[in-house]
């Protein structure tokens, strides 16, 4: 039986590393995948507290709707990064400096 | 031997993950992050989430994944020559501001994680206390449909609502420009 707190541990290391990912990264898909990897750390502690709810399964069930609603967002920033790479022929978020064209 | 496991997961996972961060080529980088996406299913399983572990390697693995080495292929002209020369660069510099507040994040979360286990919530003592934590021998992928047409079936239809909505702008911002 792993304790609770080895798996918050875990997601707070993950959390971590997707904060760095998305700071100093200078490519738009790295920052997505340091998004994914935040998203993922919540979604270990939202597993790991919902063992303890039997009854009702909150955890594990908002587990999933956070998966859904991940993929629903990395398919729309990827839609977004596709015509930003078509407009400024680059994905460094720091070459992006206009609003509109 | 459950927790010599769980812990070859968790530095697979963690170690990945930094590897990823530090790595200055893209490709190499995104399928590192698959092997990260399987240790945190992994991860799942130890909470007895066997359903969400699945949802994770179909979703995650079988869509986002191919999405992102689809969009990384659309968008970089060099792949080939970044394949060929990315040992000259293996790390990618280091910036100091991000690294000092990601550590504190971690430092912070830790120091969290820590005292609340030694001074855990009283809805966990208490179930663990009538024993109604999930146990390994349950059916969970029963009991999760249950609970979705029931108790969740109002947060499930927004997030099917979102979903189209996600889709509709997808395509939308995808499409051609007509031409005036």
């Keep these: 039986m792993i304790t609770l707190t080895h ?27 340091g998004i994914e990897l935040m998203i993922n750390a919540a979604i270990v502690n939202l597993v790991a507290f919902g063992r303890y709810d039997k009854s009702l399964y909150g955890g594990q069930v908002f587990a999933l709707f956070a998966i859904v609603l991940a993929a629903a967002a990395v398919a729309v920033a990827l839609a977004i990064i596709l015509n930003v790479y078509k407009f400024y022929k680059s994905v460094n978020p720091e070459d992006i ?3 509109k064209d | 031997m459950e927790t010599i496991v769980f812990y070859g997961f968790a530095t ?15 490709a190499r980088a995104l399928f590192l992050f698959f092997i990260v996406l ?7 399983l130890f909470a007895l989430a066997d ?33 060929h020369s990315g040992t000259s660069h293996f790390f990618a510099l280091p910036v100091w501001q991000a690294l000092l507040i990601a550590a504190s994040f971690l430092a912070i979360l830790v120091y969290t994680a820590i005292q609340g286990g030694t001074d855990e919530p009283a809805w966990i003592t208490a179930s663990k206390m009538a024993g109604t934590a999930i146990h390994p021998t349950d059916n969970t992928v029963e009991q999760i449909g249950l609970q979705i047409m029931t108790q969740y079936l109002l947060p499930f239809e927004v997030v099917s609502v979102l979903l189209m909505m996600a889709l509709i702008g997808a395509a939308h911002l995808t499409r051609k420009e007509e031409t005036p």
């Design chain 1, 7 to 33: 798996f918050l541990v875990v997601g707070a290391c993950l959390f971590s590393t997707g904060l760095y990912a998305v700071l100093s990264r200078r490519n738009a898909l790295l920052v997505l995948v």
């Design chain 1, 97 to 99: 400096s206009n609003l």
């Design chain 2, 12 to 26: 697979t996972a963690v170690g990945s993950a930094l590897l990823l961060v530090s790595m200055r080529n893209i």
């Design chain 2, 38 to 44: 399987f240790s945190v299913a992994g991860l799942y």
């Design chain 2, 51 to 83: 359903f969400v572990a699945i949802t994770q390697i179909l979703i995650y693995v079988g869509g986002v994944l191919v999405l992102l080495l689809f969009a990384f292929m659309l968008s970089n002209k060099e792949l080939l020559q970044q394949l």
